[in-house]
T-cell receptor
Framework: DAKTTQPPSMDCAEGRAANLPCNHS???????VYWYRQIHSQGPQYIIH???NNETNEMASLIITEDRKSSTLILPHATLRDTAVYYC????????????FGKGTHLIIQP | AAGVIQSPRHLIKEKRETATLKCYPI?????VYWYQQGPGQDPQFLIS???????DKGSIPDRFSAQQFSDYHSELNMSSLELGDSALYFC????????????????FGPGTRLTVT
């Protein structure tokens, strides 16, 4: 998988927007950006993915820069339950390949 | 909505024993993945199966084997257990379109916590 870089930790106040950055400067033209999160000792949870356009779903928004070398995951109104490790991934195409989890961002939501 | 089911949720084994972990994917999902997460580590991919055939292989030890059955459930067999095998084992499933060359989101189960003493 292409390499991604994320800050090791971030804090955010409850109720505020949490903006999690990810650098992926070596991304290739057909690679999607995927975001997963893992709440302590639970199974990782899919959040959102995108190719080049910004995406939004019920959980989050994904903003991808025009050159696709970086992206930002936005949790619009963070709650305490959003405290988790967030992973930015560039899984290979072809369907049934495993995910490579790097060192994600530990997001701590402060009350 | 139905989720991925893993059993057992907790398992305690002694060194050199064998263990079998089971995974039941989300209905209609055709692909199963196994991951291992040691204490304080990130999940590490072990192996995947698409339509009952091994699809991708990660850092799975030779002592481990897995298969996917006709009903799409999967089992991870672990032999000659070592203390270092103590970990959370996650199964994930997806609905995969191999022909389209796309990667689909994976849905993870709650995990099996294996403790080797």
């Amino acid at each position: 998988d292409a390499k991604t870089t994320q800050p090791p930790s971030m804090d955010c106040a409850e109720g505020r927007a949490a903006n999690l950055p990810c650098n992926h400067s070596t991304i290739s033209g057909n690679e999607y950006v995927y975001w997963y999160r893992q709440i302590h000792s639970q199974g990782p949870q899919y959040i959102i993915h995108g190719l080049k356009n910004n995406e939004t779903n019920e959980m989050a928004s994904l903003i991808i820069t025009e050159d696709r070398k970086s992206s930002t995951l936005i949790l619009p109104h963070a709650t305490l339950r959003d405290t988790a490790v967030y992973y930015c991934l560039l899984p290979p195409g072809g369907g049934a390949d495993g995910l490579t989890f790097g060192k994600g961002t530990h997001l701590i939501i402060q009350p | 909505a139905a989720g991925v089911i893993q059993s057992p949720r907790h398992l305690i084994k002694e060194k050199r024993e064998t263990a079998t972990l089971k995974c039941y994917p989300i209905p209609r999902h055709d692909t199963v993945y196994w991951y291992q997460q040691g204490p304080g580590q990130d999940p590490q991919f072990l192996i995947s199966f698409y339509e009952k055939m091994q699809s991708d292989k990660g850092s799975i030890p030779d002592r481990f084997s897995a298969q996917q059955f006709s009903d799409y459930h999967s089992e991870l067999n672990m032999s000659s257990l070592e203390l270092g095998d103590s970990a959370l084992y996650f199964c994930a499933s997806s609905l995969t379109s191999i022909a389209a060359g796309e990667t689909y989101e994976q849905y993870f189960g709650p995990g099996t916590r294996l403790t080797v003493t």
